[in-house]
């Protein structure tokens, strides 16, 4: 939420993995698998920052290639919504499935460890805090487990003098310096959800799976080298957080839709995704003080009194999907959420559901979602 709590325009390209159900806190759930799930190798996620659907993809839109060309090549789920404010939430929500506590709402100003007092239904972990046990599952680790491949790329992750130019979070217990930008560094450390479960940072894959956007270009060359999943987050100016941004640029929607614009053809004509990839842009929320409605009926949330702060949801936030699977042009008004993403990557790969994404009755993607003909 611009100025609020945290804006994510989210771009979201996304997809499933795979890992056995266990009954250890945070461990996959069995679910029932979507009919018809196209064969997807390699999923693009791209999030964008606290921007509500009517302000996005309106008539008036200030992101037209968002709103008007991305739309024209994929489907628009014109029905999708955050399931949190403020923004760590939602994040943490498409990579987990867990809910929010009270700590991930206001987006852990201090990076503490998750102090938990047991384990809930669909195994959401119960306390307060920032950083999850290593006992708790994230898709990162089901498609590691699955011998595939993820990468998170984090714009401005390597632009401090004194940090790690990877995997870079702030140390259990302190403060997180990267609540607001700086000039030359505008990484945010809530925007990145892979740094907040110690069965990520607690591994080697961390530096080398939580890397820079620079990253990307090269991993894009060939099939082979580009990941399974691609979780891509700009930095606090081009996911149209800040407005106007640190360095002098716009922010919002317009910063964001030139970032689109920069980066999603090359997505679009790199082999992985014309092979069997599918690209997900989605937001993280609406802003806080315009909408923090839910959709997919109630979400438990036993950690805090209401996911939204100041409603039950994250608001009414779109969509956009584009793939071969997908016909161009096409609309949906089916209710999905962060959830529902996470529950449709997990099924495109043939995996069990995480946390809420195996809640009885949350839809995933199916044959509305996957109609191109062929």
Same mark, same amino acid.
């Given at each position: ?11 979201? +390209?996304?997809?499933?993995l795979a890992?056995? %159900?266990?009954? *250890? ?23 964008l920052e606290?921007?509500?659907f ?13 709103? #008007?060309e991305? =739309? ?14 403020a ?18 709402q206001?987006?852990c ?6 102090? =938990? ?11 307060d805090? +920032? ?8 898709? %990162?680790?089901? @498609?590691?487990? #699955? ?24 140390a ?19 925007h990145?959800p892979?740094?907040?479960? !110690? ?13 820079g956007?620079?990253? @990307?270009s090269?991993?894009?060359a *060939? ?8 979780y ?8 149209? !957080?800040?407005?106007p +941004? ?7 929607l317009? /910063? ?13 004509k ?17 802003e @806080?003080t315009?909408? *923090? ?13 209401q ?5 039950p ?7 956009v999907?584009? *793939?071969?699977f ?6 949906n008004d089916?209710?999905?959420? !962060?959830?529902?993403?996470? +529950? /449709?990557?997990e099924?495109?790969?043939? @995996?069990? !559901? ?5 809640r009885?009755?949350?839809a ?7 109609? %191109?003909?062929?």
């Amino acid at each position: 939420m611009r100025r609020v709590v945290g804006r994510v325009v989210v771009a979201l +390209c996304v997809f499933a993995l795979a890992v056995a %159900a266990s009954v *250890s806190p945070g461990a996959a759930s069995v679910a029932p698998k979507a009919k018809k799930a196209p064969q997807t190798g390699h999923v693009f996620v791209i999030n964008l920052e606290n921007t509500g659907f009517e302000t996005t993809f309106g008539s008036a839109s200030p992101a037209p290639y968002l709103s #008007k060309e991305l =739309t024209a090549k994929g489907q628009l789920l014109t029905q999708y919504y955050g399931v949190s404010h403020a923004s760590l939430g939602n994040y943490l929500a498409q990579i987990s499935g867990q809910g929010p506590s009270k700590a991930t709402q206001v987006d852990c100003p201090t990076f503490s460890e998750f102090e =938990t007092t047991g384990t809930g239904e669909l195994d959401q972990v119960l306390g307060d805090g +920032c950083v999850y046990p290593a006992s708790v599952q994230t898709i %990162a680790d089901q @498609l590691t487990a #699955k011998r595939l491949t993820w990468r998170g790329y984090m714009e401005d992750i390597g632009n401090s003098a004194t940090e790690p130019t990877t995997c870079r979070h702030p140390a259990i217990g302190e403060g997180d310096p990267t609540q607001a930008a700086r000039t030359g560094d505008q990484y945010a450390t809530k925007h990145n959800p892979f740094v907040y479960f !110690h069965s990520i940072i607690d591994s080697p894959l961390c530096a080398k799976n939580v890397v820079g956007l620079d990253r @990307l270009s090269p991993d894009l060359a *060939s099939v082979k080298k580009t990941p399974n999943l691609v979780y891509i987050a700009p930095n606090l100016c081009n996911d149209g !957080h800040d407005e106007p +941004c640190v360095d002098g640029k716009p922010g919002g929607l317009v /910063s964001a839709d030139a970032f689109l614009k920069q980066w999603v053809p090359k997505i679009l004509k790199s082999p992985a995704f014309k092979k069997d990839g599918m690209l997900i842009v989605t937001f993280d929320e609406a802003e @806080l003080t315009e909408d *923090s409605s839910e959709c997919c009926g109630p979400t438990p949330a036993p950690n805090v009194t209401q996911a939204g702060l100041n409603g039950p949801g994250g608001g009414r936030i779109g969509a956009v999907i584009i *793939s071969k699977f997908v016909k161009p042009g096409t609309t949906n008004d089916t209710p999905y959420n !962060h959830y529902a993403l996470l +529950c /449709s990557m997990e099924d495109l790969f043939g @995996l069990s !559901h995480l946390g809420l994404a195996g809640r009885p009755g949350l839809a995933c993607f199916g044959p509305d979602v996957y109609n %191109a003909k062929g």
